[in-house]
């Protein structure tokens, strides 16, 4: 392993900072969505309900407790850790004329504590979230509109923070704007009844891709060593048999997620995006100019999120759940307890796909096991966290040191307690730190290490040899 690789881990701000009317924050689509339970859907409201409790609002406290967690990673030694930064607390509104001082200055007491410990900061600018008053007022990304606004807010944090940042990802797990039944999160969109749901979703994907581009070609004037990658969400793939048809439903299935990634990289619509256009019988607008942003704004690294492994095939007997995929159940795989399939290898086997389809750095920027965690004796004993993270680890470390895998760092999912995305969920726990609060937002919010915490520490001190 390379002595530079970044071990550490990732997470989100909509499910983690809480503190939603602090700091002169405005709404944020996250903060009018309640919780659900594993098989549910999330109910989103059109304003807060003061009766129903929402998780975004508190999250697990990072707008209050930063420091402390922040020394809790720099103690596992950490060396990156990736973040996103929230829209609404810089642009409240999304398209307010200034942006908010005292947002800008929380992050910049966040960056200056990573870096005190030579923590280096990897910041996501969309991780499913936008100020909820651009919902409100031009449809979320169905809008062209959103290109120019979400350009000025990167453009902002990024000259703010240009001596603090240097690695920046566009959109978390852009692909899953095709998936998500309702793309909430992705694009603050929710389908209206009668209209043609793949235009709206390919103009928003457009849109975006346009952005990201945008973004980039800004940012490199602004610091010519801003490194920028993607982010993809990956589930690897197999065909459920050797018949032709699986196998070609196994390559259908692939479309859209090299669709995204492929513009990203390649600067183009390829023939495979058309190829997915054509497929799904999609129609979007192209404005002048656009193609030629979109070949300029390419990305330097390829990150993915990798969480499990799906089957595809004719006649698939069970579904299995997964990262927002669901597909066919694998019956060599054990799942974890909401569902998705264990699958380290499938890590392994994916990094090789993307490189050899790409050949640009690689970033795992996601993966970790959501599980209930037993709080006991002021820890928890989650050996089956530390088994799957060290199968995973062990199946990238193999990618690196024997396919020869260009793969610079590794942050897993996500290191304290935090709400679900799926679900808003505190129970799905994904941490080495316990966050004492329920799946209502009831409790200390103290911290406690966990017993993986002290297995990580280790594996990052040895570079990934004693793991
Ligand atoms: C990815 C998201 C994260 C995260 C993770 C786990 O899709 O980028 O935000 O939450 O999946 O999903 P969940 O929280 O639903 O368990």
Redesign the pocket.
């Known amino acids: 392993m390379r002595e530079d690789f970044l071990w550490g881990g990732a997470s ?1 701000a909509n ?1 983690y900072e809480g503190g939603y009317q602090e700091g002169g924050r405005g709404l944020s689509i996250n903060d009018v969505e309640q919780g659900a339970s594993h098989g549910q859907s999330r109910i989103i409201h059109d304003c807060i309900d003061e009766k129903c409790y929402y998780p975004s609002h508190q999250a697990t406290d990072f707008y209050h407790h930063y420091q402390e967690d922040i020394a809790l990673l720099a103690e596992m030694g950490f060396r990156c850790y990736r973040m996103s930064i929230c829209w609404s607390r810089i642009y409240p509104h999304g398209d307010d004329e200034i942006p908010n001082e005292e947002g800008l200055q929380f992050y910049d007491r966040v960056f200056d504590e990573l870096l005190k410990y030579g923590i280096e900061p990897i910041v996501t600018l969309h ?2 979230e936008m100020p909820l008053a651009l919902v409100k007022k031009y449809g979320g990304w169905r809008n062209r509109k959103m290109i120019d606004l979400s350009v000025r807010y990167a453009k902002t944090v990024m000259e703010r923070y240009q001596n603090k940042v240097k690695y920046w990802i566009t959109f ?2 852009i692909n ?1 704007l095709f998936i998500a039944e309702v793309p909430w999160h992705q694009a603050g969109i929710i389908y209206q009844e009668g209209e043609n749901k793949t235009d709206v979703m390919f103009q928003a994907a457009h849109y975006q891709l346009v952005a990201s581009a945008k973004t980039i070609i800004e940012g490199r004037k602004i610091n010519s060593q801003f490194q920028f990658g993607n982010m993809i ?1 990956y589930n690897c793939c197999y065909a459920m048999t050797c018949h032709p048809l699986d196998q070609m439903m196994l390559h259908d299935k692939l479309l859209p997620i090299y669709y995204f990634s492929d513009v990203q990289i390649r600067g183009k619509y390829t023939n495979t995006c058309l190829s997915y256009q054509k497929r799904m019988n999609a129609h979007f607008d192209i404005e002048e100019g656009d193609l030629e942003i979109l070949r300029n704004g390419v990305i330097d690294f390829y990150s993915f ?1 990798y ?1 499990s492994s799906l089957v595809e095939g004719r006649e698939i007997e069970q579904s299995a759940d997964g ?2 995929l669901d597909g066919g159940k694998n019956p060599y795989l054990e799942t974890t307890q909401w569902g998705w399939q264990i699958d380290p290898l499938g890590l392994r086997i994916s990094l090789n796909l993307i490189y050899d389809r790409y050949q640009i750095p690689l970033f795992v920027s ?1 993966n970790g096991l ?1 599980a209930v965690d037993e709080f006991k004796n002021n820890t928890v004993y989650d050996n089956y966290r530390i088994d799957y993270l060290r199968q995973h680890i062990q199946a990238l470390i193999a990618a690196i040191e024997e396919d020869f895998i260009d793969c610079f760092g590794y942050t897993m ?1 996500s290191p304290i307690d935090i709400i ?4 808003g969920e505190m129970k ?1 726990r994904y941490g080495f730190v316990y966050v004492d609060y329920d799946d209502l937002g009831q409790g200390s919010g103290q911290r406690y290490k966990k017993q993986s915490f002290s297995w990580y520490q280790k594996v990052v001190q040895t570079n990934g040899k004693e793991i």
């Open positions: 989100a499910q991780h499913f978390n797990e899953s969400l999120s969480y990262n927002l996601e959501g999912w679900s995305a799926g679900t799905k």
